[in-house]
């Protein structure tokens, strides 16, 4: 609870008010004003405060009354601030999984069409129909993240785990970004030392797969490589996943894998929705494991997934 004085020589409502608010954003404020500032008062209003005391007039019990208004009409802005939030990201969650449903059909459609099931193609019109596939793909990546993360965190993550071929996982996850590796020439390749199935859920995991495989060569400058590694350390498995970008600086490292959060640089900063990442970092809790990120500024940056062989999947 803060009471704030207008009437003092270095106060005002536009930087008292914004300043105590910037330091103290869920305090509720009373200002104390003079006979001859209701309009400064009610401009402290408009910026903030919870409500104002006449000082000549304040008795123990008004001001008693005020502070108890003032808290509960702070809790009831918090309360609908909470209600607005949650049915923003309701609306946000039935779009996004309505608009599935049309750009599933028609990545169906443009499979039927490059493969020319329902007729031959020249070279352009092939040509066309994978960006037009691509630029779809993308969309529908997009809004799959967004509903994986609406539901995650409506109802926690479950891991149907199994044993998994990961190497074929990961190739999957590789053939469904080639066309748009292709565009900017980059080489997307595995180097894998694995023999042996890994026991994960692979549908969940080749989401996070596909959103570092995505994420890189978004970031990667043109003529460059991705490089996914897999190696085996003990009961440890490592998976890397390398670009050749210009990297991140160790700031950006540490807010790498939270909701929401987009690169401000704007030589990374893309389209993105900044879910994929916080997505991935879900996934790989789940199963256990833990996900870091590595990068020097001009030599490319590293994404490590770090987890045990047999699984230690949450249900």
């Not at 949650?86 to 028609?106: C, K, M, S």
Request: net charge negative; glycine share 6%.
């Amino acid at each position: 609870m803060v009471l704030l004085d207008l009437s003092l020589p270095d106060a005002s409502s536009t930087n008292s008010v914004t300043r105590v608010l910037s330091l103290a954003p869920q305090a509720p404020i009373i200002v104390l004003t003079g006979l001859d500032d209701r309009d400064t008062a009610l401009d402290a209003l408009q910026k903030g405060a919870q409500d104002y005391l006449i000082k000549d007039s304040v008795s123990g019990d008004l001001l008693i009354r005020a502070i108890r208004y003032a808290v509960e009409r702070r809790r009831a802005e918090r309360r609908a601030r909470v209600s607005a939030a949650e049915e923003r990201e309701d609306l946000i969650f039935t779009l996004a999984n309505d608009l599935r449903v049309p750009h599933i059909g028609a990545m169906r459609a443009f499979d039927l069409l490059v493969a020319e099931t329902l007729g031959p193609l020249n070279d352009d019109q092939k040509d066309l129909l994978l960006k037009v596939k691509q630029s779809n793909h993308e969309i529908l990546h997009m809004l799959q993240n967004l509903v994986h993360l609406y539901r995650i965190e409506q109802n926690g993550q479950k891991i149907l785990a199994s044993p998994t071929d990961l190497n074929g996982l990961i190739k999957q996850a590789m053939d469904d970004w080639a066309y748009c590796a292709k565009q900017s020439n980059i080489e997307v390749k595995l180097e894998s030392e694995l023999t042996e199935p890994i026991w994960l859920d692979g549908t969940m995991f080749k989401k996070a797969i596909s959103n570092l495989i995505h994420n890189a060569i978004k970031f990667s400058y043109v003529n460059g490589v991705v490089t996914l590694s897999c190696k085996s350390e003990g009961n440890w498995l490592y998976l890397r996943v390398m670009d050749s970008g210009k990297g991140i600086t160790v700031s950006e490292q540490e807010r790498l894998f939270q909701r929401f959060w987009n690169d401000n640089d704007t030589m990374r900063h893309s389209n993105g929705s900044g879910v994929g990442l916080y997505v991935c970092k879900q996934i790989v809790e789940a199963h256990g494991g833990e996900i870091s990120c590595s990068s020097e500024e001009g030599k490319g940056t590293t994404v490590t997934i770090r987890m045990l062989k047999a699984g230690q999947a949450s249900s």
